[in-house]
């Protein structure tokens, strides 16, 4: 089992900043990607960003230049980067670990833009 406990988030306004930590625990070796999805009122979740322990990045184009994921393997941690935030970026991010094709998520974290 792996276990996700996310930080961040909260409020700001348009062109603001947040930066969201993700944590894992657990049966951490094996986890391939690390990533954050979003789910806004009445939507689908999302992908966001994710970052596969080898390195590789994909992000949404909606957040491609504004958005930045990182990752640290030692620290079992992922982090992202919130910048230029806008009223459509609002919804709740979750950070979600991939490991022996099991998908894990932590419970989620709000994130609220206003204009």
């Known amino acids: 089992q792996v276990q996700l406990v996310e930080f961040g988030g909260g409020s700001v306004q348009t062109g603001g900043s947040l930066r969201l930590s993700c944590v894992a625990s657990?049966?951490?070796?094996?986890?391939?990607?690390m990533g954050w999805y979003r789910q806004a009122p009445g939507k689908e979740r999302e992908l966001v960003a994710r970052?596969?322990?080898?390195?590789?990045?994909v992000y949404a184009n909606s957040v491609k230049g504004r958005f930045t994921i990182s990752r640290d393997n030692a620290r079992n941690t992922a982090n992202l980067q919130m910048n230029s935030l806008k009223p459509e970026d609002t919804a709740v991010y979750y950070c979600?670990?991939?490991?022996?094709?099991?998908?894990?998520w932590g419970q989620g974290t709000q994130v609220t833009v206003s204009s």
């Open positions: 970052i596969s322990s080898g390195g590789r990045i």
């Open positions: 657990g049966i951490i070796s094996g986890i391939n990607v």
């Open positions: 979600n670990a991939q490991r022996m094709g099991y998908d894990y």
